[in-house]
């Protein structure tokens, strides 16, 4: 099953604006890590963010997470034709099972 | 410094046969994981290889089996196929001892099954 679901499912933009996607998980962490996904391709490492953080940047990402709510949220500024793509948080659950559970996604569209 | 690699890209297969796919771990990397992706989900894991020997294990039947080789690449061996089993299977790797650091995918093997 599941542990994550992201939120939307599915998003539009125009080239320029920010996007936002927000995953939502059931269990403690260790960590969360946010992947995107071309065309049914591999996965591509975007960030990790430790339990222990509350904010992490990496070029134009912006990740938060919130423990107490368990969530955390992406955030793409300034997106361009090329940030199309399938986006998914996995969650490193703090038992040391070792394993990442992934939710369904958001598919994110930017028109140019 | 090459990434994560897998074998074959992609590959047909009829019901009932079997088939083995393979991975090699990113450099450095030690711990190997195979997951399931469905179209239109969420990678699902299938379970993880260290030391040779299967760590830990998701929900899936044991006609999915697997092995990892001294130098720590791996392979998914998968018997009696399903229609069902029809995904793209995606290899990660970690470094063992630095519990919460990235796992780093694969290209994933694209399996259809006819």
């Known amino acids: 099953s599941q542990q994550g679901e992201e939120d939307p499912q599915a998003l539009s933009i125009q080239e320029g604006e920010n996007a936002t996607m927000n995953c939502s998980y059931k269990?403690?962490?260790?960590?969360l890590q946010w992947y995107r996904q071309n065309s049914g391709r591999g996965l591509v490492h975007l960030i990790l963010?430790?339990?222990?953080?509350r904010e992490k940047h990496s070029g134009r990402l912006r990740v938060t997470l919130d423990t107490s709510k368990k969530s955390s949220s992406l955030l793409i500024t300034a997106s361009r034709a090329a940030d199309t793509a399938s986006y998914f948080c996995?969650?490193?659950?703090?038992?040391?099972?070792?394993?990442?559970?992934f939710g369904s996604g958001t598919r994110l569209l930017v028109r140019p | 410094d090459a990434g994560v690699t897998q074998s074959p890209t992609h590959l047909i297969k009829t019901r009932g046969q079997q088939v083995t796919l393979r991975c090699s771990p990113k450099?450095?990397?030690?711990?190997v994981s195979w997951y399931q992706q469905a179209l239109g989900q969420g990678p699902q894991f299938i379970f993880q290889?260290?030391?040779?020997?299967?760590?830990q294990r998701g929900n899936f039947p044991d006609r999915f089996s697997g092995h990892q080789f001294p130098n720590y690449s791996s392979e998914l061996n998968v018997n009696a196929l399903l229609l069902g089993d029809s995904a793209l299977y995606l290899c990660?790797?970690?470094?063992?001892?630095?519990?919460?650091?990235?796992?780093?995918f694969g290209p994933g093997t694209r399996l259809t099954v006819l």
């Open positions: 450099s450095g990397h030690d711990t």
């Open positions: 269990t403690s962490i260790n960590n």
């Open positions: 990660a790797s970690r470094a063992t001892g630095k519990m919460g650091d990235e796992q780093f």
């Open positions: 996995a969650t490193d659950a703090a038992d040391s099972s070792y394993k990442l559970i």
């Open positions: 290889y260290y030391e040779e020997e299967e760590r």
């Open positions: 963010i430790r339990s222990n953080e």
